[in-house]
């Protein structure tokens, strides 16, 4: 029974002044360590510079070309081979399925640094075709995740009938599967497009002075050329490409209702025919290649140099010296050291800001629609450029954090606590009715009945939120490369700079370090996975518990 005065028509209704009290963190948060930092750079960019000067010149000119048209060619090229596998994995139970899944989910989690150095470590040059396969590889998942649901849900009824009056299986796919997957093929291509567009880690790793994306030339002109009007310029003209990228993939899933978690339709069938077996075989066994192989490659070139088998490398890690009076300038031990610090630090960051921020949202519904936005907004802007902002808004009075070990924290916690409140919000909008209405009919006041129904739902999600924030912050290079400090560099920083070293011994440490990148990585993923199947099945249990049952009045 609802008491007098208070509206508890929704499961997670707070007054207003608790809403207010919750929401200013977040506000704070956004406005201070983001639109502060970009209305900075518009203004230094808009002042100090004519953009159409800055974009008149050639080398712009050849890099937004580079940029746009590698991108087309990476995003058709992994959707044309991504939908082989997105259809097996889709349809067919196989042996291994799962941790197919599993591979190439971790595979896109991955930081780009590491998928640079896999890469490399397979033995070819660098280039356009280095990059275009490390693109390839990279977002075979987003293919997968986001095809897979719809073509799961596609009747298996069309198909047959079609077949039985003489569709060929090709005839079949586009007269009839092709059509009802167009939403998710456009959604892949608009993030695969987003991915690679602001391609920085591949570029950087595979990239050559002629192969630049507009993010790499952001970070080379603020930090090498001195350019820094030139590279506030270009970091509008990718903000605006990336926001409408953004805004457009949104629209497209929103009114598709497109899901990324597999498994949502109809059950996958087991391959009945030989022509099926040798399709599963041939996509599962390809995809795991394309995925294993240059991981695999990349571990056996951290134990190798010319003489053959040796762990040199990774005895030598926390060795700065190459030889008597020459150091390396880096020192890879303590950038594993420094990278989980700086994850510890802004996943408590990101799990505070987008904890509160997630309640808010789920209580205040419209109202607070222009936090869900603002919140978002970083998903939309490149992390060069959220450094740049930062690095602008915060080197000079009133707040001059230059030398300062969490200036690097707060960049990654704004890259991060957007994902934190995707994940919360929805399981925070998902509690049954039943569940609070029943607090309050034992006596429960309101704040008391959202404390112990609403908070206690909030663990578990915030737990695989913590997973994907640490994951982000441990792979983060491009807002690291503008916001790290001598002392402080990250594994991926540090990885990029061996790669591109001479030397046997310097290339082995910068793959042992990538190894251990990639380790933690996955098994951060898989800690990641568990958590979000518990939490699914769970709320599929109290789903099935409260439907139908009337609450007591």
């Known amino acids: 029974m609802d008491r007098p005065g208070v509206a508890l028509s929704h499961p997670n209704r707070l007054p207003a002044w608790l809403i207010g009290v919750l929401a200013l ?43 746009t048209w590698q991108a087309v060619v990476s995003t058709v090229a992994t959707l044309v081979i991504g939908l082989g596998p997105a259809h ?49 590889v990279f977002n075979l998942a987003v293919v997968i995740r986001v095809t897979g649901p719809l073509w799961q849900q596609i009747p298996r009824d069309l198909s047959a009938a079609a077949a039985t009056l003489g569709a060929s299986p090709l005839r079949v796919f586009w007269h009839i599967s092709l059509p009802l997957l167009r939403p998710a093929l456009w959604a892949s291509a608009a993030i695969i497009f987003l991915l690679t567009f602001t391609s920085f880690g591949v570029i950087r790793v595979l990239g050559t002075p002629e192969r630049s994306t507009i993010e790499v030339e952001i970070w080379r002109r603020a930090t090498q050329l001195g350019d820094l009007p030139g590279a506030v310029v270009l970091s509008l003209l990718q903000l605006t490409v990336m926001l409408a990228l953004v805004t ?75 030889r008597p009076g020459i ?33 808010v949202i789920a209580a205040a519904t419209g109202r607070a629609t222009w936090l869900d936005l603002g919140l978002m907004l970083p998903l939309g802007t490149s992390a060069v450029t959220i450094g740049l902002g930062m690095v602008l808004t915060f080197s000079r009075w009133p707040v001059d954090w230059r030398n300062r070990w969490w200036l690097l924290v707060l960049g990654h916690a704004v890259v991060a606590v957007p994902f934190v409140v995707r994940t919360t919000v929805p399981i925070l909008r998902a509690i049954p009715q039943g569940l609070i209405d029943a607090a309050s009919t034992l006596g429960a006041t309101p704040n008391r009945a959202w404390w112990h129904v609403v908070v206690a739902q909030l663990w578990r999600p915030l737990g695989a939120s913590a997973g994907v924030v640490a994951a982000i912050s441990l792979g983060e290079f491009g807002a690291s490369s503008l916001l790290s400090r001598s002392g402080t560099q990250t594994m991926p920083l540090v990885i990029e700079s061996l790669l591109g070293r001479t030397g046997t011994l310097l290339q082995a440490q910068a793959f042992a370090l990538a190894t251990v990148l990639a380790g933690i990585t996955v098994v951060i993923v898989l800690i990641i996975d568990r958590v979000s199947q518990r939490s699914h099945r769970d709320g599929h249990h109290r789903s099935e518990e409260y439907s139908g049952r009337p609450v007591p009045q």
Do not use: C, K
């Open 25 to 67: 963190a977040p506000v704070i948060f956004i406005a201070g360590l983001y639109l502060w930092p970009v209305i900075t750079l518009t203004g230094r960019g808009l002042s100090a510079a004519d953009p159409f000067a800055v974009l008149s010149r050639p080398r712009i000119h050849q890099v937004i070309w580079f940029s």
């Open 88 to 136: 097996v994995i889709a349809r067919y139970q196989f042996p291994g399925r799962r941790l197919l899944i599993g591979v190439v989910t971790a595979t896109f989690v991955l930081p780009t640094v590491v998928m640079g150095a896999a890469i490399t470590a397979i033995g070819l040059p660098r280039g356009l075709t280095a990059i275009l396969i490390a693109h390839v």
């Open 248 to 322: 457009g993939s949104v629209i497209v899933q929103r009114r598709s209702g497109l899901s990324l978690r597999l498994d949502t339709g109809t059950a996958p069938d087991r391959p009945d025919t030989a022509r099926r077996r040798i399709l599963v075989a041939t996509m599962a066994g390809g995809t795991a290649l394309a995925v294993g192989v240059p991981l695999m490659a990349m571990v056996a070139r951290s134990m190798r140099n010319r003489d053959g088998f040796t762990l040199a490398a990774w005895r030598n890690l926390g060795v700065q010296e190459i």
């Open 327 to 359: 150091t390396l300038g880096v020192d890879p031990l303590a950038s594993i050291l420094a990278s989980v610090q700086t994850a510890a630090w802004a996943t408590a960051i990101a799990l505070v800001i987008g904890g509160l921020a997630s309640v």
